[in-house]
Each structure stands twice: as C-alpha cells, then as structure tokens.
C-alpha cells in the first residue's frame, strides 16, 4: 500500500522560505511522476511543481517557477518542495502525489495522480 505523509507546513512572515516533505512508503523503486499541488479554500487543487524519476526532469507552474525548488532523495524516499521568498498569496495547503505513469505536460492534472497525502498547511503572514 503506497502512502504519502506530508510535513513541515507551519506558519512563517512573508520572504521567509519553508522546505515540504513527503515521505513515500510501499512504492517499489521504479518510473514514477511525483508532484506538489495546492489548494486554498473553494478551489481546485492546482499544480505546483513536478518530478519524474526516470529522468530527472522537473516542471513548474508559471506562478511559482524561479521561487519553489521540487527535488527527492532516493535514500530516504522523500520529496521535498523548497519554498523561497514567500508570499501571502503562497498561503494553502500543501498536497503531494505520486503516479507509476510518466504524465509529461499533463502533469498539473489532479486526476492523474492515483496517490496523495493528507497535505500539510502552510500559512504566510504579512
């Protein structure tokens, strides 16, 4: 059974920088599209940033390329999300998913993802 647990998620004052983990158990080492989303209350849960295993390769949504870092350490089947200069408007919870699929461009697409963590707050004040 594949489970994701997230954590730290806290509250910090804005341009400060926060570093997300999702731990990742009962996944057997292979291709795999990771990812970070986020959802404020009302809306759909938005894609962040993402990883693929294979390759390497990382993508980034617009908004938050240049600020947000997505990597993994392999030795302790982790993925993280580190958060620089952060805003106000970054405030949301914090989700991870995993799926065995490579998603490519579609990887912002919420429902490609067949496992996710309960997610982790993160609270930006001004």
């Known amino acids: 059974q594949v489970q994701l647990v997230e954590s730290g998620g806290e509250s910090v004052q804005a341009g400060g920088s926060l570093r997300l983990s999702c731990a990742i158990s009962?996944?057997?080492?292979?291709?795999?599209?990771m990812a970070w989303f986020r959802q404020t209350p009302g809306s759909e849960r938005e894609g962040v940033a993402s990883?693929?295993?294979?390759?390497?390769?990382?993508r980034y949504a617009d908004s938050w390329k240049g600020r947000f870092t997505i990597s993994r350490d392999n030795t302790k089947n982790t993925l993280y999300l580190q958060m620089y200069s952060l805003k106000p408007e970054d405030t949301a919870m914090y989700y991870c998913?995993?799926?065995?699929?490579?998603?490519?461009?579609?990887?912002?697409?919420?429902?490609?993802?067949?496992?996710w963590g309960q997610g982790t707050q993160v609270t930006v004040s001004s």
């Open positions: 998913a995993l799926d065995s699929a490579s998603l490519g461009s579609w990887w912002s697409r919420e429902e490609h993802y067949r496992y």
């Open positions: 009962g996944f057997t080492d292979g291709p795999a599209t």
């Open positions: 990883l693929y295993t294979t390759t390497g390769t990382t």
